[in-house]
């Protein structure tokens, strides 16, 4: 009786998705665009780091030359700060153009269908309780270090709280990312590819 009624819900018996599969498929579509948009900011980081990063260096050998100290803490925060910012804006963006590195030489060698499989048990088994744990694990820590205003140790250092609370941001913007994927994922092994978006990430698998 359960999973009939299981089965009516979720519409398992047929080629149509139920209103449970299309709220599922908005989610599916907002996160990706949120993916998108986060990504772009991602891209934009990189060119003040960059900028960031020669003036340190820079300034650091105009000083040996010199003999005088040119650069300060604050400048060598800023470049590790946008430099943490490109990796946590980018977490979604990485994992939804599935261009993130993978370690596994078997799952290369699989056809499509069975890398589908391994992708839904890995969300649900390993990336979604990974990005919960991540956020549970941070939320305290980050509380902490905004209701003391943290600062850096260093002289000219910067504040610490904003970009420490970007670490929740980051394990937050992959969990909903991951939420997208496991939806696609299903989608796909029900035969429901036409609601879902599977153009351009056949991107050759990463494996390091």
């Known amino acids: 009786m359960g999973l009939a009624i299981f089965a009516t819900r979720w519409h398992i018996d047929s080629d149509q998705p139920g209103p449970v599969m ?4 908005v989610f599916e579509r907002a996160a990706d665009r949120f993916a ?16 960031v990063g020669f003036v340190n260096v820079g300034l650091r050998y105009v000083g040996e030359l010199t003999g005088k100290r040119l650069t300060n803490n604050s400048l060598i925060e800023t470049q590790w700060y946008l430099y943490s910012l490109i990796f946590l804006f980018g977490f ?4 939804k153009h599935g261009i993130n590195v993978r370690v596994d030489f078997w799952f290369a060698n699989q056809n ?13 088994l390993a990336l979604i ?5 991540g956020i549970w694990v941070s939320w305290r820590p980050v ?27 980051g394990f937050v913007l992959l969990l909903i990312q991951a939420i997208a994927e496991l939806i696609r994922v299903i989608a796909i092994l029900r035969g429901l590819e036409g609601y879902v978006e599977i153009e351009g990430r056949d991107t050759k698998v990463r494996v390091e």
């Open 112 to 124: 499509q269908r069975r890398k589908t499989w391994i992708d839904l048990i890995g969300h649900l």
């Open 92 to 95: 979604a963006y990485i994992l």
């Open 129 to 133: 309780p990974f990005c919960v744990i």
């Open 143 to 169: 509380l902490n270090s905004w209701d003391l205003r943290e600062t850096s140790p260093d002289p000219d250092g910067l504040l610490r709280y904003p970009i420490k609370a970007m670490i929740i941001v």
């Open 36 to 51: 998108e948009w986060t990504g772009s900011i991602s891209k934009w980081v990189v060119i003040p780091t960059v900028v």
């Open 22 to 25: 299309r709220a599922a498929f």
